[in-house]
C-alpha cells in the first residue's frame, strides 16, 4: 500500500489531461468559422446528439458529492444511499415524458425563463438570484472541496500547500472546457463520463478483490461481494426500520439521513424532481435538442444511474469492512483526529496497483471537472441571460452576452475558490453528500411545488407561485429548526430522534416531504381566488405526452430492474 504516484500513474493521468483538453480544443476550433451566438454557447443548440446529452448529464452529476460524499455514505449508511441513484432513474423517466415537452414547446433557454413565462418576472427575477447564490455558495463550494480533498489525500499530502494547490488546479482546468460553451462541455462530457466509469469501475472492482483477499478468499471479486454481505449485512438494505429506545446513535444517524419508508412517501421524490427537472445545471443539456432526441438523452441517463451504485457506494461499503478488519486505520483519519467517512473513496485508491491508480484519479479528476464546467456554465447562462440581458443591457449584441457569459464564468470560479481556501461553510465538518441533500432541502419544496402546478394546473396564479416559493422555504425552515421546539419530538407529523450532538431532529428528507404538501396545499387555497384558466396556462396538447415504442421499452426494462434491485435489497 502506497499514496505515492508512480510515473506510470503520473503518465495515464496526463495521458487523460491531454486527451480531455485536445479534444475540447478540437471541438472549439469547428466553431470559430463563424461568431459563436448565444445560442451556441449557452445551449449548443441541435449540436448535441442523444449519447451526449445522456453522457453529460451523468457527467455532470457524479461529482465529488457522488464520488467521495455517496462513498462516505456507503461506509457509514450502506446501500440505502443508492435511493438517490435509482429513485432518479424513476424521475428522469418523469422528466423525458412531461417535463421536456414543456420546457421545449415554450422555447426557453434557462429555468428564470419559464417562470417568467408562466408566471411574472418577478418571481423569475427572485429566482436567478437564489439560484445563482446556491450554484456558487453550495454546489461549487462543495464539488471544490470534497475534490480537492480526495486528490490531496490520495497523494498522501497533509499540508494545507498541496491542497490549495489541487484546488487551484482543478478550477483552472474547469475554467479551460468551459469557456468553450455549453458544446465543448457536453462532448467533453462523453470522455469524461467514460474515463469516471472505466475508472470507477476497475477501483469497485478492485476494491472486492481486496476484501476477497482479506478473508482469505482468493483474488474474487464475486467472493468478495459475498464476504463484503456477509460481514456487513446491515449495510445491504435499502430500507432502515424507525429506531427503538435501545437503538444505537450509530443507527439513528442512519435513519436521519435516510428514513425508512416514510422518507418515499415524499422527500425522496421532491429531492430529485428539483434536482433532475427544475434544475438549470441539468435541464441545459436537454433544451438545445428536438424532443426525441432530448428524451432519448435523458432515458439513457437514466439507464446509466442504475449502475452509478457500483461506481459510487460500493468502495465506501468496502471501505468500511477493511477498516473494521484492521486496515485503512490512518487513511480513514486523514487530516483529522478521528474516522472521517468522506475519506472512505481515498482510502480504497491508496492500495491500487500502478497505473491504476493514476486511472482511478482521471476518473475521480474527471467527475470534478465535469460538475464544475456544467455548473459554472448554467452560473453564466442564468446570469447572462435573466440578469445582464435584462435588466443591465438590454440591447446587448450576441458578441457581447457571449463575452459576459464567459467573464461570468471566471468571476463564479474565483468566489467558489474563495468560499473553499479556508472551508468557510464548514463542508470538512459534515457528511459531503448528506451537506448538499440537507441544504437544498431548503428550497427544493417551494420550487418543485411551483413547477409542478404551473405545468399541470391552469388556474395556479402567479401570488400562489411567490407564497408557495416563499412558504416552501418557511416551512422547511420550521420543520428543521424549530417543530420539535414547540411541540416536541413526537407528532402525527414526524418522529424526531436525538442527533450524534443530542438535539432532537426530524429526518430532513421527512421535513422536506411535509414542507412540499403544506406548500402545495397553501398555492391551491391562494389560486382559488384567481380566474378558472390562468391567463399564463400552459395548454397541454392531446398527445404530446406520448412516446416512441423503442423508448416505452426502455422506460419499461429501466422500472423492471429498479424492482428487482429492490426487492434483492429491501
Given at each position: 500500500?502506497?499514496?505515492?504516484?508512480?510515473?506510470?500513474?503520473?503518465?495515464?493521468?496526463?495521458?487523460?489531461?491531454?486527451?480531455v483538453s485536445g479534444y475540447g480544443y478540437y471541438i472549439y476550433k469547428r466553431k470559430q468559422s463563424s461568431e459563436m451566438s448565444t445560442k451556441d454557447y449557452f445551449l449548443a443548440e441541435g449540436s448535441l446528439t442523444w449519447w451526449a446529452i445522456g453522457a453529460s448529464m451523468i457527467a455532470s452529476n457524479i461529482s465529488a458529492e457522488q464520488f467521495i460524499g455517496a462513498s462516505g455514505a456507503g461506509f457509514s449508511q450502506g446501500l440505502a444511499v443508492a435511493a438517490y441513484e435509482w429513485v432518479a432513474a424513476i424521475v428522469l423517466i418523469f422528466v423525458a415524458v412531461y417535463f421536456m415537452p414543456i420546457y421545449l414547446r415554450q422555447k426557453i433557454y434557462t429555468m428564470p425563463q419559464f417562470l417568467e413565462q408562466r408566471y411574472n418576472a418577478t418571481l423569475s427575477l427572485i429566482m436567478s438570484i437564489f439560484w445563482l447564490f446556491l450554484y456558487i455558495a453550495v454546489n461549487?463550494?462543495?464539488?471544490?472541496?470534497?475534490?480537492?480533498?480526495?486528490?490531496?489525500?490520495?497523494?498522501?499530502?497533509?499540508?494545507?500547500?498541496?491542497?490549495?494547490?489541487?484546488?487551484?488546479?482543478?478550477?483552472?482546468?474547469?475554467?479551460?472546457?468551459?469557456?468553450?460553451?455549453?458544446?465543448?462541455?457536453?462532448?467533453?462530457?462523453?470522455?469524461?463520463?467514460?474515463?469516471?466509469?472505466?475508472?470507477?469501475?476497475?477501483?469497485?472492482?478492485?476494491?472486492?478483490?481486496?476484501?476477497?483477499?482479506?478473508?482469505?478468499?482468493?483474488?474474487?471479486?464475486?467472493?468478495?461481494?459475498q464476504a463484503l454481505m456477509g460481514a456487513a449485512d446491515d449495510h445491504f438494505h435499502m430500507i432502515f426500520n424507525k429506531p427503538t429506545p435501545d437503538s444505537t446513535q450509530t443507527y439513528?444517524?442512519?435513519?436521519?439521513?435516510?428514513?425508512?419508508?416514510?422518507?418515499?412517501?415524499?422527500?425522496?421524490?421532491?429531492?430529485?424532481?428539483?434536482?433532475?427537472?427544475?434544475?438549470q445545471y441539468i435541464t441545459q443539456r436537454a433544451l438545445g435538442a428536438d424532443l426525441k432526441t432530448a428524451r432519448t438523452g435523458i432515458l439513457f441517463a437514466a439507464l446509466l444511474k442504475l449502475i452509478m451504485p457500483l461506481v459510487v457506494v460500493l468502495p465506501g461499503i468496502a471501505a468500511y469492512v477493511l477498516h473494521q478488519q484492521g486496515s485503512l486505520q490512518a487513511e480513514m483519519s486523514a487530516g483529522g483526529a478521528g474516522v472521517n467517512p468522506d475519506n472512505a473513496y481515498s482510502a480504497i485508491l491508496t492500495f491500487l496497483p500502478n497505473g491504476l491508480k493514476g486511472l482511478s484519479l482521471a476518473a475521480l479528476t474527471a467527475a470534478i471537472v465535469a460538475s464544475l464546467a456544467g455548473k459554472v456554465n448554467s452560473i453564466s447562462t442564468i446570469f447572462t441571460l435573466d440578469i445582464y440581458r435584462r435588466y443591465l443591457n438590454p440591447g446587448a449584441t450576441e458578441k457581447k452576452l457571449v463575452w459576459v457569459g464567459r467573464v461570468t464564468v471566471l468571476v463564479a470560479m474565483l468566489l467558489a475558490v474563495a468560499f473553499t481556501w479556508e472551508d468557510l461553510l464548514g463542508v470538512g465538518g459534515n457528511g459531503g453528500f448528506t451537506f448538499v441533500q440537507k441544504y437544498t432541502g431548503y428550497v427544493s419544496p417551494g420550487i418543485v411545488a411551483v413547477f409542478l402546478l404551473g405545468m399541470?394546473?391552469?388556474?395556479?396564479?402567479?401570488?400562489?407561485?411567490?407564497?408557495?416559493?416563499?412558504?416552501?422555504?418557511?416551512?422547511?425552515?420550521?420543520?428543521?429548526?424549530?417543530?420539535?421546539?414547540?411541540?416536541?419530538?413526537?407528532t402525527l407529523f414526524y418522529s424526531a430522534f436525538r442527533n450524534a450532538k443530542g438535539v432532537?431532529?426530524?429526518?430532513?428528507?421527512?421535513?422536506?416531504?411535509?414542507?412540499?404538501?403544506?406548500?402545495?396545499?397553501?398555492?391551491?387555497?391562494?389560486?382559488?381566488?384567481?380566474?378558472a384558466v390562468n391567463p399564463k396556462a400552459i395548454h397541454l396538447e392531446q398527445g404530446m405526452f406520448r412516446v416512441a415504442p423503442r423508448q416505452l421499452a426502455l422506460i419499461t426494462a429501466i422500472i423492471?430492474?429498479?424492482?428487482?434491485?429492490?426487492v434483492k435489497f429491501w
Amino acid at each position: 500500500m502506497s499514496n505515492r504516484l508512480t510515473t506510470l500513474d503520473l503518465l495515464v493521468f496526463l495521458f487523460y489531461l491531454v486527451g480531455v483538453s485536445g479534444y475540447g480544443y478540437y471541438i472549439y476550433k469547428r466553431k470559430q468559422s463563424s461568431e459563436m451566438s448565444t445560442k451556441d454557447y449557452f445551449l449548443a443548440e441541435g449540436s448535441l446528439t442523444w449519447w451526449a446529452i445522456g453522457a453529460s448529464m451523468i457527467a455532470s452529476n457524479i461529482s465529488a458529492e457522488q464520488f467521495i460524499g455517496a462513498s462516505g455514505a456507503g461506509f457509514s449508511q450502506g446501500l440505502a444511499v443508492a435511493a438517490y441513484e435509482w429513485v432518479a432513474a424513476i424521475v428522469l423517466i418523469f422528466v423525458a415524458v412531461y417535463f421536456m415537452p414543456i420546457y421545449l414547446r415554450q422555447k426557453i433557454y434557462t429555468m428564470p425563463q419559464f417562470l417568467e413565462q408562466r408566471y411574472n418576472a418577478t418571481l423569475s427575477l427572485i429566482m436567478s438570484i437564489f439560484w445563482l447564490f446556491l450554484y456558487i455558495a453550495v454546489n461549487l463550494t462543495v464539488i471544490l472541496y470534497l475534490g480537492a480533498l480526495a486528490i490531496n489525500n490520495l497523494v498522501g499530502s497533509t499540508g494545507s500547500g498541496t491542497f490549495h494547490l489541487i484546488l487551484v488546479g482543478l478550477a483552472v482546468f474547469a475554467l479551460f472546457i468551459t469557456l468553450g460553451g455549453m458544446k465543448v462541455v457536453g462532448y467533453t462530457d462523453v470522455i469524461q463520463v467514460a474515463v469516471l466509469l472505466v475508472g470507477g469501475l476497475a477501483t469497485s472492482y478492485l476494491a472486492l478483490v481486496l476484501v476477497s483477499q482479506k478473508f482469505g478468499l482468493g483474488s474474487s471479486a464475486i467472493a468478495g461481494f459475498q464476504a463484503l454481505m456477509g460481514a456487513a449485512d446491515d449495510h445491504f438494505h435499502m430500507i432502515f426500520n424507525k429506531p427503538t429506545p435501545d437503538s444505537t446513535q450509530t443507527y439513528v444517524s442512519k435513519y436521519l439521513a435516510l428514513p425508512g419508508l416514510v422518507m418515499y412517501t415524499g422527500g425522496q421524490w421532491v429531492a430529485n424532481l428539483n434536482y433532475w427537472g427544475c434544475n438549470q445545471y441539468i435541464t441545459q443539456r436537454a433544451l438545445g435538442a428536438d424532443l426525441k432526441t432530448a428524451r432519448t438523452g435523458i432515458l439513457f441517463a437514466a439507464l446509466l444511474k442504475l449502475i452509478m451504485p457500483l461506481v459510487v457506494v460500493l468502495p465506501g461499503i468496502a471501505a468500511y469492512v477493511l477498516h473494521q478488519q484492521g486496515s485503512l486505520q490512518a487513511e480513514m483519519s486523514a487530516g483529522g483526529a478521528g474516522v472521517n467517512p468522506d475519506n472512505a473513496y481515498s482510502a480504497i485508491l491508496t492500495f491500487l496497483p500502478n497505473g491504476l491508480k493514476g486511472l482511478s484519479l482521471a476518473a475521480l479528476t474527471a467527475a470534478i471537472v465535469a460538475s464544475l464546467a456544467g455548473k459554472v456554465n448554467s452560473i453564466s447562462t442564468i446570469f447572462t441571460l435573466d440578469i445582464y440581458r435584462r435588466y443591465l443591457n438590454p440591447g446587448a449584441t450576441e458578441k457581447k452576452l457571449v463575452w459576459v457569459g464567459r467573464v461570468t464564468v471566471l468571476v463564479a470560479m474565483l468566489l467558489a475558490v474563495a468560499f473553499t481556501w479556508e472551508d468557510l461553510l464548514g463542508v470538512g465538518g459534515n457528511g459531503g453528500f448528506t451537506f448538499v441533500q440537507k441544504y437544498t432541502g431548503y428550497v427544493s419544496p417551494g420550487i418543485v411545488a411551483v413547477f409542478l402546478l404551473g405545468m399541470f394546473w391552469k388556474r395556479t396564479t402567479a401570488p400562489a407561485a411567490v407564497a408557495g416559493m416563499l412558504a416552501g422555504f418557511g416551512f422547511s425552515l420550521f420543520f428543521n429548526d424549530f417543530a420539535t421546539r414547540l411541540f416536541g419530538p413526537e407528532t402525527l407529523f414526524y418522529s424526531a430522534f436525538r442527533n450524534a450532538k443530542g438535539v432532537f431532529e426530524v429526518p430532513f428528507l421527512v421535513s422536506m416531504g411535509w414542507s412540499f404538501f403544506l406548500t402545495i396545499a397553501l398555492m391551491v387555497v391562494i389560486s382559488l381566488a384567481g380566474p378558472a384558466v390562468n391567463p399564463k396556462a400552459i395548454h397541454l396538447e392531446q398527445g404530446m405526452f406520448r412516446v416512441a415504442p423503442r423508448q416505452l421499452a426502455l422506460i419499461t426494462a429501466i422500472i423492471l430492474l429498479i424492482t428487482a434491485l429492490y426487492v434483492k435489497f429491501w
